[in-house]
Structure formats: structure tokens, C-alpha cells
């Protein structure tokens, strides 16, 4: 996640359009019909729900007790694990739409384990500059929130990321540590290629060679016929073609990445073409991202 204007959806459920709109900090979006249809065409950063689920194509924010008129400030719980990262950007944009402090804070159970924490809390500031850090002495999730003040929201990651956040959870993964203004649950995703990539700008086969390396903006171009991808063209052909030759005799087979995609992928295709055609099942050309 960034610090810039998120897309945001809901599903119903206590708190979740309440959450939804402070967290794009504008105009969310309720899902109508297929959700993942619903975050590839709005091109979601984050989907809040009432629970969590196996959906995992864009991060999932839930409230849990989530009283906004009593939030008089933020806490996000750095416990390590893949989801921590999220809870100091949730935590960093909540603290910005409430008008109200906010906090990265993580537990110690002594001094043994204080280097290991400093380095984590240290790794998590640099994300959120905004957000001051705090270790506590604490050797439990319950003593960790013992020490927040009247009215703190608290910030967690999902389960199963470290002892920190194991600790927050019961049976059946359920939040069994609260905090005073509630808590909010986050689990993150892996960056896809729907929410990077950028409008194509294709050529027709029968564009001529000459036109093609005037109007070329990259490496690379898609080459699509009737919106289907059929190939790419690299500028190197084109400067070595006739100019008077049209695309089509130049076009390559090209590799390209489906909308749902890791965004990792792209890196792992980028030395065959760049920008890296988008396409859905159909092959359509949707668009084209670069790493």
C-alpha cells in the first residue's frame, strides 16, 4: 500500500461503510454482484467486510466493535508477519480522517527479545513516517492493551504472523483481545496487476512501420485486432524495417500477464517486453503494466 487515495469497497456487516469511507477518505463503493468482478473493474486496493474470508485478491480491513464517535486515538499492533505492514498504513490513514493521534506500538516480553522488536518497529516507521514508535514491556496481547488510554482504536494483523498476533486471537481465529473504541483486523495481499496497470495504447497490423516509431511512446507496443492481443512490436524491428512495411510484418509473439497476477510477475517477464501486455481470459487487451 502507499499513501495515496485508496479505492475502497464494503460488504455489508456492522461499521463496514463507516470504515469504508474513512479509509478512502472520500466515496467508497458497496459490492454489487461478483466481488471479484467488482475489484478488478474498480481497480480495489481494499475490500472491508464483515469477516474474514478465503477471498484474498485485494486486502481485507474487518471492524470489530468499531465506535468512530468515541476514537480518540490510533494504535497499530507491530507484531511482525506479513500484515503489519497494512495495520501501520490503516492505522497512519485513520489516524489523518479522524483528526486524532496515532501510534505504532509492539510488545516485549523481556529484554532479551527488545533488539528483534527495535528492528521491526524501526522497519514499520520507515513505511509510515508520520506515526511515532513505542516498545512495551508486556508479555501478552491483554497487558499490551492494558496500557492504551480511554478511547484508543486499535489496529492488528490477521492471525498467524507472529507470537504477538497469535496472542490477539482465540479459537476459530477469533479477536478475543479488544481495545477501548474497538478494533479493526487487517490481512494483506499481494500487490496485483489490475490496480498498476495503465491504459494500452495498441497498433493495428496494418499501421505503417514509419507511423509506428513516430507514435511509439516505450520499448515496446501492444499489436491488437479487434481489441484481442495478436503480438507486440519492439522498437528495434521497427527501426530496422522498411518504414514503408506495416506492424503486422514485424509483430511478435508476445508473453503477457492476466489482471489478477501477482504484480511480481511482471518483473520475472520484463526482459522478453516492457510494458507488459494485460489481457483477460478471452485475450482482450486491457492494459499494460511495468514494474
Not at 501510534?103 to 518497529?121: E, M
Not at 508473453?255 to 482482450?284: K, N, T, Y
Request: charged share 20%; net charge negative.
Amino acid at each position: 500500500m502507499n499513501g495515496g487515495r485508496w479505492s475502497v469497497v464494503w460488504t455489508r456487516g456492522a461499521g463496514c461503510a463507516e470504515l469504508a469511507s474513512l479509509l478512502a477518505a472520500g466515496e467508497a463503493n458497496p459490492v454489487e454482484g461478483d466481488l471479484k468482478r467488482a475489484c478488478i473493474t474498480g481497480r480495489v486496493d481494499l475490500l472491508v467486510a464483515r469477516k474474514l474470508s478465503s477471498f484474498d485478491l485485494v486486502g481485507t480491513v474487518v471492524p470489530n466493535g468499531f465506535k468512530p464517535g468515541l476514537v480518540r486515538s490510533v494504535v497499530a499492533a507491530i507484531g511482525g508477519g506479513p500484515h503489519s505492514a497494512l495495520a501501520a498504513h490503516v492505522a497512519s490513514r485513520l489516524s489523518e480522517t479522524l483528526g486524532v493521534e496515532g501510534a505504532l506500538v509492539s510488545a516485549s516480553p523481556d529484554p532479551d527479545h527488545d533488539g528483534s522488536v527495535d528492528a521491526l518497529l524501526a522497519a514499520i516507521s520507515a513505511l509510515v513516517p508520520d506515526l511515532p514508535s513505542k516498545l512495551v514491556r508486556a508479555d501478552s496481547a491483554r497487558a499490551l492493551v492494558g496500557t492504551f488510554a480511554e478511547g484508543t482504536l486499535l489496529v492488528v494483523g490477521a492471525p498467524g504472523g507472529s507470537w504477538l498476533q497469535r496472542q490477539f486471537f482465540g479459537p476459530g481465529r477469533k479477536l478475543v483481545v479488544g481495545s477501548p473504541a474497538g478494533a479493526i483486523v487487517v490481512r494483506n495481499a499481494p500487490r496485483r496487476v489490475f490496480q498498476e496497470m495503465i491504459e494500452p495504447e495498441p497498433f493495428g497490423t496494418g499501421l505503417l512501420v514509419s507511423d509506428a516509431l513516430r507514435l511509439l511512446r516505450h520499448a515496446a507496443a501492444p499489436v491488437a485486432v479487434d481489441g484481442v492481443l495478436v503480438g507486440v512490436v519492439k522498437r528495434a524491428d521497427l527501426e530496422s524495417a522498411d518504414p514503408k512495411a506495416t506492424v503486422g510484418s514485424v509483430t511478435r509473439e508476445s508473453v503477457f500477464v492476466s489482471p489478477e497476477d501477482s504484480i511480481d510477475a511482471v518483473h520475472e517477464l520484463e526482459e522478453f517486453v516492457s510494458p507488459v501486455p494485460v489481457v483477460d481470459d478471452e485475450g482482450r487487451l486491457l492494459g499494460v503494466v511495468e514494474r
